[in-house]
């Protein structure tokens, strides 16, 4: 059974760094990419970026290329999503990702979610 | 980016009555292979996101067959047959076929 299993419910002031973590299973965790969704209170889903564990080929959406950083180990079968400076704007859920491989990723399995509150 | 646009937003219906909710890419969506990457996702009310229908039309294991997608090139369309109550949600489609990977902005389906 596939399951992507995220990392618990962070709280964080503005400025600080943080990674969350999302461990695949029931999988092979290198075949396949595997990204993030941001979903801010009340708002719809946005597509983040996603890494390929087979050569840590990372693609990301313009719209957060700078903002964070998505990266994996392949060895513990986990996806990470980091930030070095948080916004308060940043309060949002985020949820991994599995997608497809070929020949174009399409999300097929969902993580439970991991809520980064951020506020002063 | 493709921008993934669909109507309505909001869609009250009646238990037991069809529903349809159109999604429109602002580029096409067929790829090089010849397969169009159109997936729909259902989000109940405090759960993850699931996928529902992939490839325009092919259903996800598990998913009742009175959901049904279709369509073409730009224009698609989730229905459901006879709307159940455990089908309230929003409903996304997403397009795999460019960088970036879009979704659309969401329909809220509620009973009336």
């Known amino acids: 059974e596939v399951q992507l299993v995220q990392s618990g419910a962070e709280v964080k002031k503005p400025g600080e760094s943080l990674k969350i973590s999302c461990k695949g299973s029931g999988y092979s965790f290198t075949s396949y990419w595997i990204g993030w969704v941001r979903q801010m209170p009340g708002k719809g889903l946005e597509w983040m970026g996603i890494?390929?564990?087979?050569?840590?080929?990372?693609r990301y959406s313009p719209s957060f290329q700078g903002q964070v950083t998505i990266s994996a180990d392949k060895s513990i079968s986990t996806a990470y999503l980091q930030w070095s400076s948080l916004k308060a704007s940043d309060t949002a859920m985020y949820y991994c990702?599995?997608?497809?491989?070929?020949?174009?990723?399409?999300?097929?399995?969902w993580g439970q979610g991991t809520l980064v509150t951020v506020s002063s | 980016d493709v921008v993934m646009t669909q109507s309505p937003l909001s869609l009250p219906v009646t238990l037991g009555q069809p529903a349809s909710i159109s999604c429109r890419s602002s580029?096409?969506?067929?790829?090089?292979?010849?397969?169009?990457?159109l997936n729909w996702f259902q989000q109940r009310p405090g759960q993850s996101p699931r996928r529902l229908i992939y490839?325009?039309?092919n259903r996800d294991s598990g998913v009742p067959d009175r959901f049904s997608g279709s369509g073409s090139g730009t224009d698609f369309t989730l229905k459901i047959s006879r709307v159940e109550a455990e089908d309230v949600g929003v409903y996304y489609c997403?397009?795999?076929?460019?960088?970036?990977?879009?979704f659309g902005q969401g329909t809220k389906v509620e009973i009336k």
């Open positions: 990702a599995r997608h497809s491989s070929s020949p174009r990723p399409e999300i097929d399995y």
């Open positions: 580029q096409s969506l067929v790829y090089s292979d010849g397969n169009t990457y």
């Open positions: 997403m397009q795999g076929t460019h960088w970036p990977l879009t």
């Open positions: 890494i390929y564990p087979g050569d840590s080929d990372t």
């Open positions: 490839k325009v039309s």
